[in-house]
Structures are given as structure tokens and as C-alpha cells.
């Protein structure tokens, strides 16, 4: 079971602003950095942010993480229709052996 | 451009093994630690394990649902990446992603695993 909590659903109207928290621990978003996927309906997930806050080329800047503690965050601002998605969030763990943990998933609806 | 085709996927009985490949192309594989993750029907992401290049020992971790049932093994001079799965259980039942590096940062398209009797 995942070891990182996410809200299971967000949502909001084009143009706005969505935020979505991720909750981890000392072992993992505690020490490690955090990455973020996005994944379009029936298609392979997609790495959206890594190291907390970059960006991979071609995503545009309107995806945005932070970072703070234990927890972390992805917003989306200017959300629109095309990123209606499921997100996860995802970290090392480095208790027992270094494991990749990710989060519980958070399905944004483009209302 | 990075490239990530897995195949040998399929249905399967309770208990069976299956061995599912993945063949790279677009960057230096050996150089790269390369996984696994999968994603059972309707619901989250699930890490199994990695292994990483050669040059770095080409050692495996693998997460405790998976351990002593799958092995990650690689073929850098076929650019190939594979998990080997034995005594697979209905909770296997999963389409199953290999990924690089610690980033986990590309995915392949997927194929699907099912067990069932």
C-alpha cells in the first residue's frame, strides 16, 4: 500500500488554479526529493516534475511543485480541459531498502 | 528519443511464470538503472523493483509484495531489460511498465499480465 497520501479527487473550471498536496514521511519526502507523474486516460504515465520544482522540457510552466517538510505539492494554474488526469507523486524511501514510493493518485476534473 | 517497448505479457494460470522483456533504444542502456512499476485495473501506480547498470554493481531492490517471486535482470548488449515472474497470484493482475533511472523518468507503453484460472 502506498506510503504517500494524496486527495483522491480535485477539481476545478478552465482558468483556475488547482492544487493538490502530497503527505509523506521522514524516510521518504522527508529526505528524498519528490517527482510528479501525469497520467492521461489509458495511456503510460508521464514524468511531469522531478526534484521537487523542474520541469522536463516540453511540460509547460503552468505545472509547478513545491516542497516543504514531509509534504509536497503540484499546482496547476490556468488549468485546462487537456489535464484531466490521474497525478501521483513519488519519492525514495530509504527505510528498510531504498524503495520508490508513490502516491495514492489525485484524479483532476476539468469541470 | 527514448524509446521503451515491452512485450510477453498474457493471460496466465495461479501459480504459472511468465518472463516480460523490454527493449530500449535512444540512449546508452548499460549506462542507465532501469525498473519496473505496474498498475493493476482502476487503480494506483506500484514500484516492484530496480536494477542498476553494471558499472554501479548491477544490484537489485525489489518491494516486499514482489520479493522472492520476480527477478529484474538486463541484457546490455541487447538492450533489453527483463522480469522473470513465478508463483504469480490473481493479485498479479496488473499491466506492467519498465522505466529508467532513479528519476523514473520514462515509461514504456505497457503490457498486460492476467492471472487467472
Known amino acids: 500500500q502506498s506510503v504517500l497520501t494524496q486527495p483522491p479527487s480535485a477539481s476545478g473550471t478552465p482558468g483556475q488554479r488547482v492544487t493538490i498536496s502530497c503527505s509523506g514521511g521522514?524516510?521518504?519526502?522527508?529526505?528524498?526529493?519528490v517527482n510528479w507523474y501525469q497520467q492521461l486516460p489509458g495511456t503510460a504515465p508521464k514524468l511531469l516534475i522531478y526534484?521537487?520544482?523542474q520541469r522536463p522540457s516540453g511540460v509547460p510552466d503552468r505545472f509547478s511543485g513545491s516542497k516543504s517538510g514531509t509534504s509536497a505539492s503540484l499546482a496547476i494554474s490556468g488549468l485546462q480541459s487537456e489535464d484531466e488526469a490521474d497525478y501521483y507523486c513519488?519519492?525514495?524511501?530509504?527505510?528498510?531498502?531504498?524503495?520508490?514510493?508513490f502516491g495514492t493518485g489525485t484524479k483532476v476534473t476539468v469541470l | 528519443e527514448v524509446q521503451l517497448v515491452e512485450s510477453g505479457g498474457g493471460l496466465v494460470k495461479p501459480g504459472g511464470s511468465l518472463r516480460l522483456s523490454c527493449v530500449v533504444s535512444?540512449?546508452?542502456?548499460?549506462?542507465?538503472?532501469m525498473g519496473w512499476v505496474r498498475q493493476a485495473p482502476g487503480k494506483g501506480l506500484e514500484w516492484l523493483g530496480r536494477i542498476k547498470s553494471k558499472a554501479d554493481g548491477g544490484t537489485t531492490d525489489y518491494a516486499a509484495p514482489v520479493k522472492g517471486r520476480f527477478t529484474i535482470s538486463r541484457d546490455d548488449s541487447k538492450n533489453t531489460l527483463y522480469l522473470q515472474m513465478s508463483s504469480l497470484k490473481t493479485e498479479d493482475t496488473a499491466v506492467y511498465y519498465c522505466?529508467?533511472?532513479?528519476?523514473?523518468?520514462?515509461w514504456g507503453q505497457g503490457t498486460l499480465v492476467t492471472v487467472s484460472s
Open positions: 535512444g540512449f546508452t542502456f548499460r549506462n542507465v538503472w
Open positions: 522505466t529508467t533511472g532513479e528519476l523514473v523518468a520514462h
Open positions: 513519488a519519492a525514495w524511501d530509504d527505510s528498510l531498502n531504498a524503495h520508490y514510493v
Open positions: 526534484t521537487d520544482n
Open positions: 521522514s524516510s521518504n519526502i522527508g529526505s528524498n526529493s
